[in-house]
């Protein structure tokens, strides 16, 4: 296949060369497209050396099969009739296509069927948050249909992108050398502090991406479950993590909870509380798997289980989602 990455240089960009890489994913040639910031720079693949072109509208995606785009929504919408001009599938992961009713939103775990129908030729990527969550709810919802959920997520620093973590961790140097803090990729310091606020509010009190929550969810799921999101920013370097409590309609025990979780494609149980286990950031950072721990009943509703997860969100909740998009398309031979 002939494989283009749009954003080569951001903090996905260079996570998606790095599992391309790590999967052996079938590549016959590549091209990383950028900014003109970051055209002329060059990467390293598979021992081979790249250089990022400048995305330009034009016929560079003649050849392309698969692009990955990863340069924000604005990019995304300007560039998609370059992109998919000739044949190429559009896998992008930002926001701008996922609630389009013409444009699939997919989580291979779950709903890997739905990047089959792509009248646009674009595939789109769930903002992480919901990716995570959705990859647990899948074999809770084969159990009994959730009704409701309710969730509050830690975001780490690596949401905003890689600007935003060297943004944290110069935070930390300035503060212990008593130096004044600079902010500028977060509404207010984020080191030692946790910020109730990721994306812009909307109209009814929630922030966009609790919002997206809500909206993906649903369209991933083919449900009409109600989710009610509490976006959170915390000052860890990488991995997000969720509180999610959700409301079936049957009530379900944390022992079959726990097989269900264990046996589901990626999904990690960690959930062994008494002795101290149970998912933290530090450790899912560079994992695959989201993992899953904290399995027990929700005491005010008897319909009700909430359990905790962690996962890196640059991988499973980016990069990773979209290769697997991609290598399903790959296996069932419904590539360009």
Known sequence: MNVAIVGASGAVGQEFLRILAEREFPIDNLVLFGSERSAGKKYTFKGKEYEVKLLQHNDDFKDIDVAFTSAGGGTSKEYAETITKYGAVMID????????????????????????????????????????????????????????IHIASYQSASGAGAAAMAELQEQYRELVNNEPVKV???????AYNVIPQIDVFTDNGYTKEEMKMFNETRKIMHSDVRCS????????????????????????????????????????????????????????????????????????????????????????????????????????????
């Open 93 to 148: 992961n930002s926001s701008a296509f996922r609630m389009c009713d013409d444009v699939p939103l997919v989580v291979p775990e779950c709903n890997a069927e739905d990047a089959l129908k792509r009248p646009r030729g674009i595939i789109a990527n769930p903002n992480c948050t919901t990716i995570m969550m959705v990859v647990v709810l899948k074999p809770l919802e084969q159990l009994s249909h959730i009704k409701r």
């Open 184 to 190: 500028e990729k977060f509404p207010h310091q984020l």
């Open 229 to 336: 999101a509490m976006c959170v920013r915390v000052s860890s370097l990488r991995s997000h993590s969720e509180s999610v409590w959700i409301e079936t309609e049957r009530p379900i025990s944390v022992e079959e909870a726990q097989k269900a979780i264990a046996a589901a494609p990626g999904c990690t149980l960690k959930d062994d509380p008494q002795n101290l286990v149970y998912p933290m950031p530090l450790e899912t950072a560079g994992k695959d798997d989201v993992f899953v721990g904290r399995v027990r009943k929700d005491l005010a509703d008897d319909c009700g289980l909430t359990f905790w997860l962690s996962g890196d969100q640059i991988r499973k909740g980016a990069a990773l989602n979209a290769v697997q998009i991609a290598e399903y398309l790959y296996k069932v031979g419904d590539q360009k």
